[in-house]
């Protein structure tokens, strides 16, 4: 269970105090407003519009493309929802069935256990122990390196699977969740090493982190969403971690 909010807050509020201590003549006042902005992002906790009075965008994932691969036979490769006719209905549903299966395995494959996902919980909540020297921090980049081989491999699956106009929505959404997560974790280990890290644009990588973990969630529920609808529509048990 985590704890509140306050006293997350005040282990990094701690934390600021420590460094102030040990900081040398030179101030680095700039280098400690970001961390304590990557902190709070590492907690959830929203942060306020640019100075300019702004509102801050929220970051939208770009448009992917997989490989359109080759139907089965009798399989229609018509409008998405088209009613099947005749001999077509059961190798359709037999074909959406068998995708449904690889789909769940690559999710699985992905997917971390209980256990650890309360480690990364704990972990995660913790946050100035992320740019501390210590065994948290090592804790914290041996998770963040997992979760981006998990979601490159996930991300590489997901283009293995047959492109079919029934599925077509929650392939392409699970493919872009797969992959914005790989990238997103991977910018989280890159400020974690430096918390000045710019991206190609010049902006620093840790003041988009939290409006881009909140799209990413959003396109989670969306994708659940759908894959229900979808297994109703066509009788395929529903998802389970094994």
């Keep these: 269970m985590l704890r509140p909010f306050e006293d997350k807050l005040a282990d990094a509020m701690s934390c600021v105090t420590w460094f102030d201590k040990f900081r040398g003549l030179q101030p680095v006042c700039l280098q400690y407003s970001l961390i304590l902005?990557?902190?709070?992002?590492?907690?959830?906790?929203p942060q306020s519009t640019?100075?300019?009075?702004?509102?801050?965008?929220p970051y939208v994932p770009p448009e992917v493309s997989i490989p359109q691969t080759a139907m089965p036979v009798g399989f229609s490769q018509g409008a998405r929802g088209a009613a099947p006719s005749g001999a077509q209905d059961e190798s359709r549903a037999q074909a959406v069935a068998t995708?449904?299966?690889?789909?769940?395995?690559?999710r699985r494959k992905a997917q971390m256990n209980e256990s650890d996902r309360a480690k990364a919980?704990?972990?995660?909540?913790?946050?100035f122990s992320m740019f501390i020297p210590g065994e948290e921090?090592?804790?914290?980049?041996?998770?963040?390196?997992?979760?981006v081989a998990r979601y490159s491999a996930a991300s590489d699956a997901m283009k293995?699977?047959?492109?079919?106009?029934e599925t077509d929505r929650l392939h392409r959404g699970y493919y872009q969740y797969f992959s914005t997560a790989r990238q997103l974790f991977s910018d989280y280990l890159t400020v974690q090493a430096n918390p000045l890290a710019q991206d190609?644009?010049?902006?620093?990588v840790a003041a988009g982190l939290l409006n881009r973990k909140q799209s990413l969630e959003a396109l989670d529920q969306a994708n659940k969403a759908l894959d229900a609808q979808l297994r109703s529509q066509w009788n395929v048990p529903a998802y389970e971690y094994k």
């Design 50 to 57: 640019s100075a300019q009075g702004g509102e801050s965008q």
């Design 99 to 106: 995708w449904f299966r690889r789909y769940d395995d690559v």
């Design 37 to 45: 902005g990557v902190a709070l992002t590492l907690l959830g906790v």
């Design 200 to 204: 190609a644009t010049g902006n620093p």
């Design 160 to 165: 293995q699977l047959p492109l079919y106009p």
């Design 137 to 147: 921090k090592n804790q914290a980049q041996k998770l963040l390196t997992s979760l």
């Design 121 to 127: 919980d704990k972990l995660m909540s913790k946050a």
